[in-house]
């Protein structure tokens, strides 16, 4: 079954460009708010990008103007375009919806200098 399913991650040079794609779960994926997040080596997991079912979207201060997120909600899909990568980007990357407690595998983003 799928409920949380990211892809997309890899290996890539400061200011290369990545698409994360996300599929949910439509009970996860039809309620709420649907959100990228990162969690670093030794940091807290933080918030990347948010977006409501309608498409309206907010993002981290530290992603503003290079990350763009969407969804495509006849295919319980989230999005994740990551333009002009920096090496703090890298991290373990995560969606799910906002206050959902049970998370994915993730899928790992390294930005190399």
């Known amino acids: 079954q799928v409920q949380l399913v990211e892809s997309g991650g890899g290996l890539v040079q400061a200011g290369g460009s990545l698409k994360l794609s996300c599929t949910a779960s439509?009970?996860?994926?039809?309620?709420?708010?649907m959100g990228w997040f990162r969690q670093a080596p030794g940091k807290q997991r933080e918030v990347v990008a948010t977006?409501?079912?309608?498409?309206?979207?907010g993002y981290g201060d530290s992603v503003k103007g290079r990350f763009t997120i969407s969804r495509v909600n006849a295919n319980n899909t989230v999005f994740l375009q990551m333009n002009n990568l920096e090496p703090e980007d890298t991290a373990v990357y995560y969606c799910?919806?906002?206050?959902?407690?049970?998370w994915g595998q993730g899928t790992q983003v390294t930005v190399s200098s």
């Open positions: 439509p009970s996860i994926f039809n309620i709420g708010l």
């Open positions: 977006i409501t079912f309608a498409g309206s979207v």
């Open positions: 799910n919806r906002v206050g959902r407690q049970t």
